[in-house]
């Protein structure tokens, strides 16, 4: 399995709180993600790094931010968590040039938004 | 805008029923086209890419095929433990992301 762990593995959580969620790789892959999969719409992209400092948005990114200090790791907040955004949370990482190359899944994080 | 449907949404088969998963797409300029196995309660797990057409990949009891506007997962005498969700992605060279499909649960009887 690809070395990539995400914390916490599962979160409860009220609206209106903060919420980080962390994605931990030690495969030294330039480009990393974070998707969320929800019932009827699959996985859809978030926010994508392809290095340090270096990150851009996905197709739903409002409502989250996301940094990336080290390549190892990449974090994923929820500045003020809704009710819309419990979802299960992946994370995946890619060698090379990400778009063209297969993508390597963390084990996700179940997050509810009372 | 580029799309993938994938069909059918749930398909049952006896142990040994070879059958096949179909991934229809429409795509500006195909970089690739992913399948991915997703067990209950993980994260998605690789299995192919495929790059342009005719192309063909294989794993065990899978065979990933490739048309211009197609992909097909077959399974030939599939097994329990072959249960699962599959799902298909591609990436098209006019955006910049991968797109899911929304997955076929395969289930397997013994």
């Known amino acids: 399995d690809a070395g990539i762990t995400q914390s916490p593995r599962h979160k409860v959580t009220e609206t209106g709180t903060p919420v980080t969620l962390r994605c931990h790789q030690t495969?030294?892959?330039?480009?990393m993600y974070w998707y969320r999969q929800d019932p009827g719409h699959g996985l859809r992209l978030i926010h994508y790094s392809y290095g340090v400092k270096d990150t851009d948005k996905g197709e739903v990114s409002d409502g989250y931010s996301v940094s990336r200090s080290k390549t190892e790791d990449f974090l994923l907040t929820l500045e003020s968590a809704t009710s819309s955004q419990t979802s299960v949370y992946f994370c995946a990482i890619s060698p090379g040039q990400g778009l063209n190359n297969e993508q390597f899944f963390g084990p996700g994080t179940r997050l509810t938004v009372l | 805008e580029d799309q993938v449907t994938q069909s059918p949404e749930a398909l049952r088969l006896q142990e040994g029923e070879s059958s096949s998963l179909n991934c229809s797409y429409t795509v500006s300029g195909l970089r690739g086209l992913f399948w991915y196995r997703q067990d209950p309660g993980k994260g998605p797990e690789f299995l192919f890419t495929l790059y342009s057409a005719g192309e063909e990949k294989e794993k065990e009891r899978l065979k990933a095929t490739l048309t211009k506007k197609e992909s097909f997962l077959h399974i030939t005498a599939p097994k329990p433990e072959d249960s699962a969700t599959y799902l298909c992605?591609?990436?098209?060279?006019?955006?910049?992301?991968?797109?899911f499909g929304s997955g076929t649960r395969l289930s397997i009887r013994p």
């Open positions: 495969e030294n892959h330039r480009y």
């Open positions: 992605a591609l990436s098209g060279s006019s955006a910049s992301k991968i797109i």
